[in-house]
């Protein structure tokens, strides 16, 4: 099974790229993007999954505005051979220019929702520390990522309302990630030996001439398996400089969380992280949300629209909700990006705190799967 990609000299393995190297029923390929206004008034997110093994392609955008109203773009369709075809009816994702320009685009549809978006990214790509996870014997979770910082231009457009995208003040921060994961229905056999548990904090802050890069998965007593920090150089989108390049980056620690909680809910509010510079100093950086976006819009523990799960040949669909209606103890509300003003010092910067926060946590008196904090 020939593609387009095997001109190249990029094999892993004898077999043609199209084959991948593990029979995984869960191994995949994502792009993800954020982007937001400054002053809080819209976010946006955007993904599109590839899972070869259950030849499954689906995308989604979604996105919140001030007034609580959330909308999203849903696409799914039979995986395609030519990994170049990123494209699910009127969505398509392009590569313009690899690490540096993407573009989104949305065509005229059924569901009243289009868009044109063009990332341009102001930071070299930071590769993460891998994923490893097992249950048992069992490997659940095996996976890659990287993340870069950028800025976004363009529209998107949701029936009569029409957002306009400024670049001068929208920021973006996306992922690439690949391995295996558990995606898709629920898979059989023999359960999981262990309780769910999960608290995941990621916090990419923009400031004016840097970038900081935070994030940490804990166990329910506190200790960690997964933990990074970074202070990253950021530079004018069209200055040319070398996006792979990453010898200007600064490996932190990061630092500890001071977390408070919107009371009848797991969801931060006014919150601190400290970022541990590689001279010794800890920097703190205040964190004051003002605005929430619920991840199940672009998939992510939707019921039926779930990241791999077979839906169609082709399909689309749209999907509208306020926020503020949301059941805030239900499981599938609870993996959030909020949208938030940040402050080191006389420092201002502006990101993203994402958390996805279940099961018991010793130091914030959390219980059981989903009490919320009272």
């Known amino acids: 099974m020939l593609t387009k990609f095997d001109d190249f000299p990029i094999h892993q393995t004898p077999e043609p790229i199209a084959y991948p190297a593990t029979s995984d029923r869960n191994a995949y390929g994502r792009y993800w993007f954020n982007g937001f206004a400054r002053d809080g008034s819209f ?6 999954g590839v899972y070869p093994n259950r030849e499954v392609m689906d995308c989604s955008l979604s996105i919140v505005r001030s007034d ?10 039979r995986c395609p051979r030519d990994r170049t075809d990123m494209q699910i ?13 993407l573009r989104v685009t949305i065509d005229d549809n059924d569901t009243g929702i289009t868009a044109d978006l063009v990332f341009r990214a102001r930071t070299a790509a930071i590769e993460e520390p891998n994923d490893l996870q097992r249950s048992g014997t069992r ?26 995208v400024d670049p001068a003040e929208v920021y973006a921060t996306r992922d690439r990630s690949w391995g295996w994961r558990g995606v898709g229905e629920p898979e059989t056999g023999a359960p999981e030996q262990h309780a769910t ?31 990074f920090a970074h202070v990253i150089p950021a530079f004018p989108s069209d200055s040319g400089f070398d996006t792979t390049d990453d010898s200007g980056v600064e490996e932190a620690v990061a630092g500890e969380h001071r977390l ?23 920097v703190t950086i205040e964190l004051l949300p003002v605005l929430r976006f619920h991840m199940i819009g672009i998939g992510y523990g939707h019921r039926e629209w779930n990241h791999g799960s077979w839906i169609g040949e082709e399909e689309i669909m749209s999907e509208s909700w ?31 705190l994402e958390q996805a926060i279940m099961g018991p946590h010793d130091r914030y008196g959390l219980t059981g799967i989903l009490d919320p904090v009272t």
């Open 68 to 77: 609580g109203t959330q909308d999203c773009f849903r696409g799914s369709r």
């Open 89 to 101: 009816g009127p969505f398509r994702l392009e590569i313009t220019e690899p690490m540096r320009t």
């Open 260 to 282: 408070t909680f919107e009371k009848g809910s797991r969801f931060a509010s006014d919150s601190e992280i400290d970022l541990v510079r590689a001279n010794g100093e800890t």
């Open 43 to 48: 976010y946006f997110g955007i993904a599109l």
């Open 139 to 164: 490997v659940i979770m095996n996976t890659q990522r990287y993340t870069q910082f950028g800025t976004w231009e363009g529209h998107i457009t949701v029936g009569e309302r029409r957002q306009q």
């Open 197 to 227: 548990q999960v608290f995941w904090l990621w916090a990419p802050i923009h400031w004016e001439d840097e970038c900081t890069h935070y994030g940490l998965f804990e166990h329910a007593n506190g200790v960690r398996w997964k933990e």
């Open 322 to 352: 306020k926020v503020d209606s949301f059941d805030r103890s239900a499981r599938q509300y609870q993996h959030v990006q909020q949208v938030v003003r940040a402050r080191a010092g006389d420092r201002i910067g502006y990101g993203v």
